[in-house]
Protein backbone atom coordinates (compact mmCIF):
# COMPACT_ATOMS: atom_id res chain seq x y z
CA UNK A 1 0.00 0.00 0.00
CA UNK A 2 3.02 2.46 0.31
CA UNK A 3 2.06 3.72 -3.23
CA UNK A 4 -1.51 4.56 -2.21
CA UNK A 5 -1.89 8.40 -0.81
CA UNK A 6 -3.13 8.44 2.87
CA UNK A 7 -6.13 8.05 2.49
CA UNK A 8 -5.97 4.23 2.03
CA UNK A 9 -2.67 3.58 3.24
CA UNK A 10 -1.51 1.38 5.98
CA UNK A 11 -2.51 3.14 8.94
CA UNK A 12 -5.84 2.97 7.49
CA UNK A 13 -6.19 -1.12 7.21
CA UNK A 14 -4.35 -1.03 11.23
CA UNK A 15 -7.68 1.72 12.25
CA UNK A 16 -10.39 -0.35 10.43
CA UNK A 17 -8.76 -3.80 11.97
CA UNK A 18 -8.87 -2.30 15.25
CA UNK A 19 -12.37 -0.89 14.76
CA UNK A 20 -13.20 -4.10 13.43
CA UNK A 21 -12.12 -6.04 16.36
CA UNK A 22 -13.68 -3.77 18.91
CA UNK A 23 -17.19 -3.97 17.10
CA UNK A 24 -16.89 -7.65 16.81
CA UNK A 25 -16.53 -7.95 20.65
CA UNK A 26 -19.87 -5.75 21.45
CA UNK A 27 -21.32 -7.81 19.11
CA UNK A 28 -20.17 -11.26 20.73
CA UNK A 29 -17.67 -12.30 18.44
CA UNK A 30 -15.22 -14.31 20.95
CA UNK A 31 -11.52 -13.04 20.23
CA UNK A 32 -10.80 -16.69 20.17
CA UNK A 33 -12.82 -17.95 17.38
CA UNK A 34 -11.99 -18.74 13.64
CA UNK A 35 -14.69 -15.70 13.12
CA UNK A 36 -12.37 -13.10 15.21
CA UNK A 37 -9.44 -14.18 12.71
CA UNK A 38 -11.55 -13.89 9.96
CA UNK A 39 -12.36 -10.52 10.66
CA UNK A 40 -8.84 -9.42 11.78
CA UNK A 41 -7.59 -10.89 7.93
CA UNK A 42 -10.20 -9.33 6.09
CA UNK A 43 -10.34 -6.20 7.48
CA UNK A 44 -6.37 -5.32 7.30
CA UNK A 45 -6.38 -6.93 3.34
CA UNK A 46 -9.66 -5.06 2.06
CA UNK A 47 -8.12 -2.52 0.52
CA UNK A 48 -5.31 -4.34 -0.81
CA UNK A 49 -5.52 -4.30 -4.92
CA UNK A 50 -8.28 -2.08 -4.35
CA UNK A 51 -9.41 -0.68 -7.97
CA UNK A 52 -9.05 3.07 -7.37
CA UNK A 53 -5.06 1.94 -7.18
CA UNK A 54 -4.59 -0.60 -9.47
CA UNK A 55 -1.39 -0.52 -12.04
CA UNK A 56 -1.64 -3.92 -12.70
CA UNK A 57 -4.76 -6.22 -13.16
CA UNK A 58 -2.71 -9.15 -11.39
CA UNK A 59 -2.82 -6.93 -8.18
CA UNK A 60 -6.64 -8.08 -7.99
CA UNK A 61 -5.44 -11.27 -6.79
CA UNK A 62 -2.85 -10.29 -4.59
CA UNK A 63 -5.21 -10.98 -1.27
CA UNK A 64 -6.26 -14.63 -2.71
CA UNK A 65 -2.49 -15.50 -3.19
CA UNK A 66 -1.19 -14.05 0.06
CA UNK A 67 -4.06 -15.82 2.10
CA UNK A 68 -2.58 -19.62 -0.08
CA UNK A 69 0.79 -18.73 0.63
CA UNK A 70 0.26 -18.31 4.44
CA UNK A 71 -1.83 -22.22 4.48
CA UNK A 72 -5.35 -20.45 5.01
CA UNK A 73 -7.35 -22.89 4.89
CA UNK A 74 -9.89 -22.67 1.77
CA UNK A 75 -13.25 -22.37 3.67
CA UNK A 76 -11.71 -19.62 5.71
CA UNK A 77 -10.18 -17.99 2.60
CA UNK A 78 -12.91 -18.36 0.94
CA UNK A 79 -14.96 -16.36 4.06
CA UNK A 80 -12.40 -13.45 3.70
CA UNK A 81 -12.65 -13.39 0.37
CA UNK A 82 -16.57 -12.91 -0.20
CA UNK A 83 -16.04 -9.89 2.95
CA UNK A 84 -13.80 -8.38 0.74
CA UNK A 85 -15.87 -8.11 -2.12
CA UNK A 86 -19.14 -7.55 -1.47
CA UNK A 87 -17.99 -4.58 1.21
CA UNK A 88 -17.27 -1.50 -0.55
CA UNK A 89 -20.07 1.08 -1.22
CA UNK A 90 -19.87 0.85 -4.85
CA UNK A 91 -20.79 -2.91 -4.33
CA UNK A 92 -24.35 -1.63 -2.29
CA UNK A 93 -25.10 0.97 -5.01
CA UNK A 94 -25.10 -2.05 -7.40
CA UNK A 95 -26.73 -4.94 -4.89
CA UNK A 96 -24.06 -7.44 -4.76
CA UNK A 97 -24.52 -7.65 -0.58
CA UNK A 98 -27.95 -7.07 -0.66
CA UNK A 99 -29.79 -8.66 2.79
CA UNK A 100 -27.81 -11.42 3.09
CA UNK A 101 -24.77 -10.88 5.31
CA UNK A 102 -22.54 -12.70 8.01
CA UNK A 103 -21.56 -11.29 11.34
CA UNK A 104 -18.36 -10.91 10.28
CA UNK A 105 -19.50 -9.42 7.15
CA UNK A 106 -21.36 -6.98 9.26
CA UNK A 107 -18.40 -5.46 11.31
CA UNK A 108 -15.57 -5.16 8.70
CA UNK A 109 -17.84 -3.53 6.79
CA UNK A 110 -18.86 -0.77 9.35
CA UNK A 111 -15.55 -0.96 10.33
CA UNK A 112 -14.53 0.50 7.54
CA UNK A 113 -17.50 2.84 7.17
CA UNK A 114 -17.05 4.61 10.58
CA UNK A 115 -13.47 5.54 9.56
CA UNK A 116 -14.93 7.21 6.35
CA UNK A 117 -16.50 9.42 8.23
CA UNK A 118 -16.23 11.56 11.49
CA UNK A 119 -12.87 13.65 12.13
CA UNK A 120 -10.28 10.81 10.32
CA UNK A 121 -13.15 10.23 7.36
CA UNK A 122 -13.07 13.86 6.79
CA UNK A 123 -8.84 14.31 6.60
CA UNK A 124 -9.29 11.09 4.32
CA UNK A 125 -11.89 12.79 1.98
CA UNK A 126 -9.87 15.39 1.17
CA UNK A 127 -6.77 13.93 1.13
CA UNK A 128 -8.25 11.54 -1.71
CA UNK A 129 -9.44 14.70 -3.13
CA UNK A 130 -6.83 16.09 -3.39
CA UNK A 131 -4.22 13.33 -4.72
CA UNK A 132 -7.28 13.73 -7.65
CA UNK A 133 -6.55 17.27 -8.54
CA UNK A 134 -10.43 17.73 -7.21
CA UNK A 135 -12.09 20.78 -6.95
CA UNK A 136 -12.82 21.25 -3.34
CA UNK A 137 -16.50 23.29 -3.92
CA UNK A 138 -17.89 24.38 -6.70
CA UNK A 139 -21.80 25.27 -6.21
CA UNK A 140 -22.72 24.99 -9.96
CA UNK A 141 -21.75 21.27 -9.48
CA UNK A 142 -24.88 19.25 -7.52
CA UNK A 143 -24.46 16.02 -6.09
CA UNK A 144 -25.36 13.38 -7.72
CA UNK A 145 -28.69 11.62 -6.45
CA UNK A 146 -29.01 8.51 -9.18
CA UNK A 147 -25.85 6.95 -8.74
CA UNK A 148 -24.92 3.70 -10.27
CA UNK A 149 -22.30 1.80 -9.46
CA UNK A 150 -20.66 2.90 -13.04
CA UNK A 151 -21.52 6.46 -12.35
CA UNK A 152 -20.45 6.61 -8.54
CA UNK A 153 -16.78 4.86 -9.72
CA UNK A 154 -16.14 7.72 -12.31
CA UNK A 155 -15.84 10.29 -10.21
CA UNK A 156 -14.57 13.46 -12.53
CA UNK A 157 -15.78 16.67 -12.85
CA UNK A 158 -16.86 16.08 -9.33
CA UNK A 159 -16.00 18.59 -6.17
CA UNK A 160 -14.85 16.63 -3.05
CA UNK A 161 -17.71 18.18 -0.77
CA UNK A 162 -19.92 16.60 -3.01
CA UNK A 163 -18.37 13.60 -1.84
CA UNK A 164 -20.46 13.91 1.63
CA UNK A 165 -23.52 13.62 -0.17
CA UNK A 166 -23.34 11.13 -2.40
CA UNK A 167 -21.82 8.71 0.22
CA UNK A 168 -20.38 10.06 3.35
CA UNK A 169 -23.49 11.49 4.68
CA UNK A 170 -25.75 7.85 4.03
CA UNK A 171 -23.37 5.65 5.80
CA UNK A 172 -24.37 6.23 9.42
CA UNK A 173 -28.00 4.81 8.03
CA UNK A 174 -26.16 1.81 6.30
CA UNK A 175 -24.56 0.28 9.05
CA UNK A 176 -25.03 -3.47 10.02
CA UNK A 177 -24.20 -3.75 13.56
CA UNK A 178 -26.04 -2.15 16.80
CA UNK A 179 -22.56 -0.97 17.91
CA UNK A 180 -21.18 0.48 14.38
CA UNK A 181 -24.39 2.43 14.65
CA UNK A 182 -24.19 3.94 18.05
CA UNK A 183 -20.63 4.94 17.40
CA UNK A 184 -21.48 6.09 13.43
CA UNK A 185 -23.80 8.76 15.76
CA UNK A 186 -21.26 11.23 16.87
CA UNK A 187 -18.90 10.81 13.55
CA UNK A 188 -22.09 11.77 11.18
CA UNK A 189 -22.92 14.84 13.64
CA UNK A 190 -19.03 16.09 13.64
CA UNK A 191 -19.43 15.53 9.85
CA UNK A 192 -22.69 17.64 9.62
CA UNK A 193 -21.51 20.59 11.62
CA UNK A 194 -18.83 20.26 9.97
CA UNK A 195 -20.25 20.54 6.52
CA UNK A 196 -22.38 24.05 8.03
CA UNK A 197 -19.02 26.05 9.14
CA UNK A 198 -17.56 25.14 5.72
CA UNK A 199 -20.54 26.48 3.93
CA UNK A 200 -20.88 29.36 6.02
CA UNK A 201 -17.35 30.50 5.42
CA UNK A 202 -17.34 29.85 1.69
CA UNK A 203 -20.42 31.90 1.55
CA UNK A 204 -18.87 34.48 3.49
CA UNK A 205 -21.61 34.46 6.48
CA UNK A 206 -19.23 33.12 9.24
Not at 13 to 32: K, M, P, T, Y
Not at 43 to 48: G, S, T
Not at 135 to 155: A, Q
Request: overall charge negative; charged content about 35%.
Amino acid sequence: MKGNDASHDAAHAFRVRDLALSLAREEGISSSSDSALIVELAALLHDIGDYKYMRDPLEGKIVEDFLDKEGIEESKKMRILSIIKGMGFKEEIGGVTGGNYSPEFGVVQDADRLDAIGAIGIARCFTFGGSRNSVLHDPSIKPRSDLSKEKYINKDEQSTLNHFHEKLLKLKDLMRTKAGRRRAEKRHKFMVEFLEEFYEEWDGRA
